[in-house]
């Protein structure tokens, strides 16, 4: 008899709730340390220069002033993936907004007037902007010494005396006899803008240098481990002496990856003298001095036979890295493994270049490349039925992934993968595919539908891995302590539903420590690719078992029966079938102790771990290898109404389905989709970063910068979650938190040729854009 | 240097503040009031919501000097009597908080949407928030968040009403 569920599956409200409702949860905004000084940079006004000379003479005079810093002294080379940044820009600068000097004075206004004293001279070099231009044989380099840089040997492979820091290959079959021979062609070309993740909290660290060149940080980042692990190796430190505290953290979405402002806060406060420094990017260096996603330009190529078979699919594309490249470079390769969509295809060649242009960099951005790509498969999808004549939902399944197929890079697809059919299918009817959208009232107002598909894996290096540690209480409560962090996905709280229900104890009394300390929190690798619920969950469930092993153990000798007929529930121990005859918990936290005042056990503290299984590098020449832990899949359908006067667009619903293998809170889980299928909507009308011919950045602020507010979400959403479970995953899940954002633009492109019969290939969709095309329609026909 | 007087949740304060000073670097930094956030520091986001005298302004754009003889509210306030209020338990029950960080500018945003209109309508309800900016949630439960709070108040009034 399977036991009932008590906590798991269960609408659980977040366990960080009360903090978050009282104002009292902590930020690292929020945190003021004695002594603590603020930091004001100077950024280049250039997207491409030399740095001739840099005077801060009189910046280091003014009163309050602590420390004044150049690259000229930070010979420092950073990076997870590709070590291409430095903390401060020396001899050259690579894009407008780059951080030249840093100065940390007693207050904020004190270091903001210094770095008006700060005198920089440049020269201004050619600025490359567009990616393919880049590519040229004879483009100047962004970065000349890239053949010296350390990387991640085996997986990427920049080419050296190029700007290419990284191209991904994926050869599967024959794809050129296949396209030669297919009945039906078609090639087309879409484009994203690099975008900004806009978390609400800026990234912001305060690092104090102390005695015996040890470090201690507070960030606003979703990478303890990483931080710690990457300072440690730049600054030649034992990782123990770098100690790292994430307080809460107020969103990240992927752009708290990685390294951010940590290094730079600590060497200024190495050179205060070990005053804490605290660095926040306000709001405008958050657009163009920190990370954004990166643009894309992508060419697909799709053959079929007639009845709509895809025999061969090519697709170039080519990654707007930017400035640096370190987290774009597992961009690049992991949008091209999944860079066909979820479909089957025989014949298949992709090649994925990440190029470095003059503009802010990008990095990890929630959907990990596949928004983007997706962005142009799934459009290309519905152009080619067309092409055949055919409904874009039987396109679809005629070549969606099935048992027995295998994927572009060779795994074989299971079941246990998911069910993307599925998923389509339960967004074509709650949209009602079938049935035509009611014209609207208006006669200058049409409506369209759209679906598309979405799929995803977690990037993460083969070897990813993650401990929990769980220590019982004396009242029998237990603490849990992990490193991933919850900036809001309400990883926590699952979390704390799985050790309740693994514990058998209330769900009361499980805390989760809500600020990581790598000092006392156990290794996790970092927050990201939707992949901790997954991680820790599996842990915590190896942790909570351990837990009961000790309990068993010392309860065993003090009921004298064996640890194997001894059962678990509500706190309590007992021989199976006697709950009478239990002891609480509570008496064998720390050591059981006999009417006499022997005693036997001792404190429990049980964990667990959990590392990757199975994954593959990928073969450098085609691709082909196991890249990934589990598959997401699903899908969107949506509807919209188009104002044809202004362009103006009206989401009137979206639907998504995801298939997550189990859904271990729904109230989250739907948070989770709503809040991804807003932003992705973002990214489907309005964001995308704006340059000049200079490469300046144009839109570095909400008023020129939209992202959703209250009054542009759609006037429906659905969420249809599946649970075809994930063999591997804790009671079956797997990870959902990234995937709703994905094909949110795909699913719209979509619906507005079924509205206006016009071809969208570039995004945003904001109503400009739509409005020239329908004016363009118009006089064309 | 100016001295001005004014109250914060109902506590008189006093303090002397620099002509440039912001409300909310007074709240934040000299009133150890952090549950009020700085989001954009240009009047974009929503972050820094308090109440002047009952009514939401975004207080990283107020001088500090503008408070005297005003009342504020601040998130900390917003809690009554060590439990929560009911708009902050219908904030926990439609799971409007993700990351946190618009949380305390959206709550103010809908106290002094409930202060002037116990019973606003959905778009009374999106008008009051529209400044509000929240990058995780995607406003939905938001906006039910406030619904069901006035739901809640009116329901515990009509129950007063009757007995
Ligand atoms: S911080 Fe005041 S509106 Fe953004
Ligand atoms: S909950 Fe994160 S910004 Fe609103």
Redesign the pocket.
């Known amino acids: 008899m399977t036991r009932e569920l008590k906590y798991v599956g269960k609408p659980i409200a977040r366990a960080d709730a009360v903090d978050k409702v009282t104002g009292a949860a902590q930020y690292t905004h929020d945190l003021c340390l004695h002594g603590m000084l603020h930091t004001a940079l100077v950024l280049s006004p250039h997207a491409s220069a030399r740095i001739v000379s840099i005077d801060i003479e009189k910046a280091e005079q003014v009163q309050g002033v602590r420390a004044v810093l150049t690259g000229n002294g930070l010979c420092y080379q950073l990076g997870l993936y590709l070590q291409d940044k430095c903390i401060l820009a020396r001899d050259i600068v690579r894009y407008h907004g780059e951080p030249v000097v840093a100065i940390a004075a007693d207050t904020l206004d004190i270091a903001n007037a210094a770095c008006r004293l700060v005198e920089v001279q440049y020269e201004a070099l050619p600025s490359l902007l567009d990616p393919r231009d880049a590519m040229e044989e004879s483009a100047h380099l962004v970065h000349p010494d890239l053949h010296t840089y350390n990387y991640m040997k085996g997986v990427f492979f920049p080419k050296a005396h190029s700007n290419i820091a990284h191209h991904q290959k994926i050869r599967k079959g024959d794809f050129d006899r296949a396209f030669e021979k297919a009945d039906i062609r078609l090639t087309a070309s879409f484009y994203n803008p690099p975008v900004q993740h806009v978390?609400?909290e800026t990234h912001a660290a305060v690092a104090q240098a102390l005695p015996g060149n040890r470090i201690e940080i507070w960030t606003s980042s979703q990478s303890p481990y990483t931080v710690r692990h990457l300072l440690s190796v730049c600054f030649g430190l034992p990782h123990a002496d770098v100690r790292v505290h994430v307080p809460y953290v107020?969103?990240g979405f992927g752009g708290k990856a990685g390294l951010g402002l940590e290094p730079l806060a600590y060497v200024l406060s190495r050179a205060a003298g070990g005053r804490p420094v605290k660095v926040v990017a306000t709001r405008e260096q958050e657009f163009n001095t920190l990370p954004s996603r990166q643009g894309l330009h992508s060419t697909i190529e799709i053959a079929t036979s007639n009845d709509g078979k895809i025999v061969a699919l090519k697709s170039t594309y080519i990654w707007d890295a930017g400035a640096y490249a370190d987290y774009g470079v597992n961009i690049g390769r992991s949008a091209a493994y999944s860079g066909a969509g979820p479909y089957s295809i025989d014949n298949c060649w992709i090649d994925s270049y990440v190029v470095y242009t003059n503009k802010v960099f990008g990095t990890a951005f929630r959907g990990f490349g596949h928004l983007e790509v997706l962005w142009g498969i799934e459009r290309a999808m519905d152009l080619m039925a067309r092409k055949l004549g055919m409904d874009p939902v039987e396109f679809r399944k005629r070549n969606l992934l099935k048992e027995g197929d295998t994927t572009i890079t060779g795994e074989a697809f299971t079941s246990g993968h998911g069910n993307p059919q599925q998923c389509l299918e339960a967004v074509a009817e709650a949209i009602e595919w079938r049935t035509p959208s009611a014209p609207p009232i208006e006669p200058h107002k049409v409506r369209g539908k759209g679906i598309a598909m979405l799929h995803k894996a977690p990037a993460m290096p083969t070897s990813t891995s993650c401990a929990v540690v769980i220590k019982l209480d004396e009242d029998g409560g237990a603490d849990v302590l992990v490193s991933g962090v919850d900036y809001?996905q309400g990883t926590y709280t699952v979390l704390r539903q799985i050790a309740a229900e693994e514990l058998r104890i209330p769900i009361e009394k499980v805390h989760i420590t809500w600020e990581c300390d790598t000092a006392f929190s156990p290794y996790d690798w970092q927050t990201v690719a939707s992949r901790f619920a997954y991680m820790g969950g599996n842990a915590i469930i190896e942790a909570a078992a351990d837990c009961l092993d000790q309990i068993r153990f010392v309860a065993a000798q003090a009921l004298d029966v064996a640890p194997e007929d001894l059962e678990c529930e509500h706190g309590t121990v007992y021989p199976k079938g006697h709950p009478d005859r239990g002891i609480p918990y509570s008496q064998l936290a720390l050591g059981y102790t006999f009417e006499n005042g022997n005693s036997i056990g001792g404190p429990i503290i049980g964990h667990g771990r959990f590392i990757a299984k199975g994954l593959t590098h990928l073969d450098p020449d085609t691709g082909q290898g196991l890249p990934a832990q589990f598959w997401t899949y699903g899908a969107h359908s949506v509807e919209v109404e188009v104002d044809t006067e202004t362009g103006e667009i009206e989401i009137l619903n979206i639907v998504s389905a995801l298939d997550a293998g189990k859904v271990l809170n729904p109230k989250l889980c739907v948070g989770q989709v709503v809040g991804g299928v807003v932003q992705g909507l973002g990214s489907a009308l309005w964001e995308g970063f704006v340059f000049d011919e200079k490469g300046r950045l144009l839109n570095p602020a909400f008023v020129d910068y939209k992202i959703p507010t209250a009054k542009d979400i759609p006037h429906r959403t659905q969420q249809i979650l599946l649970e075809n479970p994930q063999p591997g995953g804790p009671y079956g899940a797997r990870g959902v938190a990234e995937h709703p954002m994905i094909s949110i633009p795909s699913a719209i492109g979509n619906a507005l040729y079924d509205a206006l019969g016009i071809e969208f290939t570039t995004l945003p969709l904001n109503y400009e854009r739509i409005l020239t095309r329908i004016r363009e329609k118009a006089e064309s026909s | 240097m100016y001295d001005i007087r004014f109250t914060v949740n109902g506590q008189p304060e006093h303090a002397t503040v620099p002509a440039t000073m912001t409300l909310l670097d007074l709240l934040r930094d000299r009133l150890a009031l952090t549950g009020t956030k700085e989001g954009c520091g240009i009047g974009e986001c929503g972050a820094c919501t308090v109440l002047l005298d009952g009514k939401p302004i975004t207080s990283c754009l107020m001088l500090a000097v503008e408070a005297d003889g005003h009342d504020i509210e601040t998130i900390e306030g917003e809690a009554v009597g060590g439990g929560l209020s009911v708009l902050q338990q219908a904030f926990i029950d439609t799971g409007a908080?993700?990351?946190?960080?618009?949380?305390p500018g959206?709550i103010m945003s809908a106290r002094g949407l409930l202060n002037r209109t116990p019973d606003p309508s959905d778009e009374n309800i999106v008008e009051a928030i529209a400044g509000n900016?929240?990058?995780?949630?995607g406003y939905e439960a938001?906006i039910a968040a406030v619904r069901l709070a006035a739901d809640r108040l009116a329901g515990a009034k009509q129950g007063r009403g009757q007995s």
């Not at chain 2, 908080?97 to 949380?103: D, N, S, V």
């Not at chain 2, 900016?133 to 949630?137: A, N, P, Y």
């Open positions: 978390p609400m107020g969103g809001g | 908080i993700q990351c946190g960080f618009c949380t959206m900016l929240c990058r995780c949630t938001i």
